[in-house]
T-cell receptor, first 112, second 110 residues
């Protein structure tokens, strides 16, 4: 099974800072995703990628960007953090829709 | 906009009974259907997948799919207190990510 690792479990950042959230998967899988999870709103897709240098917008991409320079690493970037980006961020990866996706342990980001 | 609907609960079930969780989805082009379990403070864990109409069983879990009715369900037999969690229904079409329901909070009463 694929293992998805998110580098930080908790982060506290200041408004206006540029924030990088890192995600690494240990298999040679193409598909990787970034979600955020908020009480009452559930999991919402921010960005996804199914190849190096490739990215696609999800349902709520505003205020975010992503980078995928290597197949195993998919980074989420908050260009200028705002308090409404305080959330749990979850990275997922896997071989494809026919196999399901595995989540990392999540990064709880607080923007103050 | 693709939507996945679940009853938020809480759904309370006695230990040893069958827990029945339901989900409806809006996109008729959906191809893959998943159930994830999420314990409080943890990330979602994939427990079941189903791709064709009918039932799929794995241990105490049975997933049911009815594409004509756009309906997915999860049955948990012989419910245990350790099954207490939030269960997320997820639906996918092509490889553009999964759309999740907001989850059903399940409580198994000892």
């Amino acid at each position: 099974d694929v293992k998805v690792t998110q580098s930080s479990r908790y982060l506290v950042k200041r408004t206006g800072e540029k924030v990088f959230l890192e995600c690494v998967q240990d298999m040679d899988h193409e598909n990787m995703f970034w979600y955020r999870q908020d009480p009452g709103l559930g999991l919402r897709l921010i960005y996804f990628s199914y190849d190096v240098k490739m990215k696609e917008k999800g349902d709520i991409p505003e205020g975010y960007s992503v980078s995928r320079e290597k197949k195993e690493r998919f980074s989420l970037i908050l260009e200028s953090a705002s308090t409404n980006q305080t959330s749990m961020y979850l990275c997922a990866g896997g071989r494809g829709l026919g196999y399901g996706y595995t989540f990392g342990s999540g990064t709880r980001l607080t923007v103050v | 906009q693709k939507e996945v609907e679940q009853n938020s609960g809480p759904l309370s079930v006695p230990e040893g009974a069958i827990a029945s969780l339901n989900c409806t989805y809006s996109d008729r082009g959906s191809q893959s259907f998943f159930w994830y379990r999420q314990y409080s403070g943890k990330s979602p864990e994939l427990i079941m997948s189903i791709y064709s109409n009918g039932d799929k069983e794995d241990g105490r879990f049975t997933a049911q799919l009815n594409k004509a009715s756009q309906y997915v369900s999860l049955l948990i037999r012989d419910s245990q207190p350790s099954d207490s969690a939030t269960y997320l229904c997820a639906v996918g079409a092509r490889d553009d990510g999964l759309t999740f329901g907001k989850g059903t909070h399940l409580i198994i009463q000892p």
